[in-house]
Structure formats: structure tokens, C-alpha cells
């Protein structure tokens, strides 16, 4: 009977091992990373967070990034060029990770040059 119960928990211990790998392997394939969205959808008008059309309305510092519901709702009515992305708009963890990288880019350099420029120079 005890060698019945003890082979009984081996097998169940062998079949946790077996199966830890494939849990952690799907939570990582859930983790969305804003970069490669932003890539994805994005950085072909907004390369480095700026802007190629419309050059001062880059995408670094804007104000549509103040919280995530004014960044959720700008980019569901997104103004003139800008596409409208439902499938980022629709998915929160998606647009929780693209918001998350936009925070994160800073003016160009060029640009943050071209604004401290004095008005009075001339
Ligand atoms: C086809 C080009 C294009 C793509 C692709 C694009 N945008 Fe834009 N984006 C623009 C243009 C043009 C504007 C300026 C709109 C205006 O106010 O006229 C803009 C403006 C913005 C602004 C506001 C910046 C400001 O200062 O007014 C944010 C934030 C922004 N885009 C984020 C995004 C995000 C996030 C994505 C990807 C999901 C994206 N854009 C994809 C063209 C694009």
C-alpha cells in the first residue's frame, strides 16, 4: 500500500515539474511591451516621439499624456493624419503598456533647442 502511495506522489510531483515551465512560459507571452507596439503602430509618424508631419506635435511630453483616460480618449478620435488604432484603444493592457512608453520619451533634442530659443533675439 505505501509503495502504491508513494509512487502515486511521485508521479504527481513529476507532472507539477513538467508543467511549472509551460505556466510561466504563457505569462510571459502576456506581458505587453509598449515599445513594440509603439513601434508597431506608431513610430512611423513618431519616430523618437516626435512628430514627422505635424514636427510641433511630437508625442514626448505631450499634454494628451496626462492621464491615461485623456491619452485613451485622444486616440480614439485621433485629429487630422493620425489613424485610429481600435485595436490598441479597445485593449487594455495594450494601451496600459504603449501609455507607459510614452511617458517615457523625451523631446529630441533639436526640438527642446528650437523652444528655448528667446522671442526677442534678433
Ligand atoms: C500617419 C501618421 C501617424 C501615426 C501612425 C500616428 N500618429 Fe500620432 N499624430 C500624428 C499627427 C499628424 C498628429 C498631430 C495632430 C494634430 O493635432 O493635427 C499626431 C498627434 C499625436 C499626439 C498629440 C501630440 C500633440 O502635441 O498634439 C499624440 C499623443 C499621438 N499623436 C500619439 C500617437 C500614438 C500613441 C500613435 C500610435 C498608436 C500615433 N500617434 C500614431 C500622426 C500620426
Redesign the pocket.
Known amino acids: 500500500m505505501r509503495k502504491i502511495l508513494s509512487g502515486i506522489c511521485l508521479v504527481s510531483i513529476a507532472g507539477l515539474v513538467m508543467l511549472t515551465p509551460a505556466i510561466s512560459k504563457k505569462s510571459e507571452a502576456k506581458k505587453i511591451d509598449g515599445e513594440v507596439?509603439?513601434k508597431q503602430?506608431?513610430a512611423?509618424?513618431?519616430a523618437d516621439g516626435g512628430?514627422s508631419?505635424?514636427p510641433n506635435?511630437?508625442?514626448a511630453e505631450?499634454?494628451?499624456?496626462g492621464t491615461l483616460a485623456t491619452?485613451k480618449n485622444?486616440?480614439s478620435k485621433?485629429?487630422?493624419?493620425?489613424?485610429y488604432?481600435k485595436n490598441?484603444v479597445d485593449d487594455k493592457g495594450t494601451l496600459e503598456a504603449?501609455y507607459k512608453y510614452?511617458k517615457t520619451l523625451k523631446k529630441p533634442k533639436h526640438q527642446q533647442a528650437f523652444e528655448k530659443t528667446p522671442k526677442t533675439a534678433s
Not at 62 to 65: G, I, P
Not at 78 to 83: C, N, T, V
Open positions: 507596439v509603439f503602430h506608431c512611423s509618424c513618431h512628430n508631419i505635424k506635435h511630437p508625442v505631450a499634454k494628451e499624456l491619452f485622444y486616440l485621433p485629429p487630422g493624419h493620425m489613424p488604432y490598441v504603449l510614452c
